[in-house]
């Protein structure tokens, strides 16, 4: 899947380097930071797979 470019230069990360970042998120404690870490993360995850899943019928 190509990397695609996010405003300001930044880098779309894979979603394989995504699900690094959420596992290791996972081995913290759980507060606020780290559910609003998730989130961010789900929704990263989601916007670059979105071109993997198949129009429904």
């Not at 990397?3 to 913290?28: F, K």
Request: hydrophobic content about 40%; proline content about 11%; glycine content about 4%.
């Amino acid at each position: 899947m190509p990397i695609t470019p996010r405003p300001h230069g930044q880098v779309t990360p894979a979603p394989d380097e995504i699900n690094d970042l959420i596992r290791s998120l996972m081995n913290r404690p759980a507060d606020g930071q780290r559910s609003a870490a998730y989130a961010n993360l789900l929704l990263e995850w989601a916007e670059v797979t979105r071109d993997d899943v198949e129009q429904a019928a």
